[in-house]
């Protein structure tokens, strides 16, 4: 059975700190009214992530799901890229 068109979005996670849920950065661009520039705006939703999979600075797409928690609407559909690992090798 068809589930209908959901939104989806990509953006970067930057914060894992809770407990299957990942905080997710998405930018997107706005043409600016007045001076016709490009603007960089960006929003954070909260998404489950079941597997506890996500590290902050992995690229994900989220998708629009059920309320799962007071401000939990999306979940993560699929990991894009991995966060590159910072090496402390002196």
């Known amino acids: 059975m068809e ?8 953006g970067t996670v930057v914060s894992d700190g809770m407990d299957k849920t990942v905080v997710v950065r998405v930018e997107r661009l706005v043409r600016d009214t007045r001076y016709h520039k490009f603007v960089r705006r960006h929003s954070r939703f909260m998404a489950h992530d079941e597997e506890n999979a996500c590290a902050v600075g992995d690229q994900v797409r989220i998708v629009e799901h059920r309320p799962l928690s007071k401000r939990k609407r999306w979940k993560v559909q699929t990991t ?3 966060a590159e690992a910072v090496g402390s090798a002196s």
């Open 3 to 10: 589930r209908g068109n959901r939104r989806t979005l990509v």
């Open 80 to 82: 894009l890229r991995k």
